[in-house]
């Protein structure tokens, strides 16, 4: 049986926008070095690695060129679009995906395909000069949540501005860091920088507004709130927050699907282990 590989644009509004990512529908179980080396071939932000393991449940994995993560918006969103693609499952009907943080439900909607995610809420803290040398523009507000810094400025034209300072943010106790503002035609923009995991800048992060969705849901007094990741390729998320679960949807595009050669379907058939290794 062939191994089949999507390339797919994530929150994107055509073929040359949103957040690229692999998807590759696997026949056989294989080990996470083997997943995390085929990641690292491909080079995109995020390779997505899903797996039936009968009665319609889907194991999901993401992987960067560098690193497995535990949660990944665009890598959800475009599994889910190629599944309904190929018709693996039925459109009029959820996707649920077994992850690493736990079951993501996927459905269609109106504007797009929406995830439900657990919210991460931030707290705020201290701008403190190390906060202040990450980027080269004065904060405004800043916050933490499980992974992230959140750090609020005066305006889009800033935003745009940001040189960070990867280095260092490199070196601090988080994945990454969202910088965000105000916006004359979102309720509010957004950039998120994470060398940590390989990724100097992403280009749009769905689990980022998992914090954010609460961030400017208080300063704005909305739920639903229309996004835009201001990265060179950019991207628009629509959300609807409500407390616990934020809920996160956007466009998806196929560009190409192909299959890999012998070569590679070889080395991942010989590495065939149990179901432990994509749980």
Known sequence: ??????????????????????????????????????????????TAFILEQGNDIYNLRWFTPSKEISLCGHGTLASAHIMWEEKDVDVRYPITFMTK???LQVKRVEKGIQIAFPTDEPT???ITST???LINVPIIKAAKNSDRYIIEVADEKLLKEIKPNLSLLATLPVTGLVVTSTSENYDFVSRYFAPKI??????????????????WSRKLN???LYAFQA????????????????????QAHTIYKGVFNNKIKNDVN???VGNSEIN
């Not at 390339?7 to 026949?27: D, E, K, W």
């Not at 800048?201 to 954010?212: F, I, Q």
């Not at 990265?231 to 956007?250: F, K, N, V």
């Open 1 to 46: 049986m062939n191994t089949n590989i999507y390339r797919v644009n994530a929150f994107a509004q055509g073929l040359t926008s949103g957040n690229p990512a692999y998807v590759i529908q696997l026949t056989n179980h294989i080990q996470q070095n083997e997943m995390q080396e085929i990641s690292k071939e491909l080079g995109l932000p995020i």
């Open 101 to 103: 943080s736990g079951p």
């Open 124 to 126: 705020p803290v201290n």
């Open 131 to 133: 906060l202040q040398q």
């Open 198 to 215: 390989g990724i100097k800048e992403d280009y749009v992060t769905g689990s980022a507004h998992c914090g954010l969705a609460p961030y």
């Open 222 to 224: 909305k739920k639903q």
């Open 231 to 250: 990265s060179p390729r950019g991207g628009e998320l629509y959300i609807d927050y409500e407390d616990d679960i934020t809920y996160i949807t956007g």
């Open 270 to 272: 010989k590495s065939v």
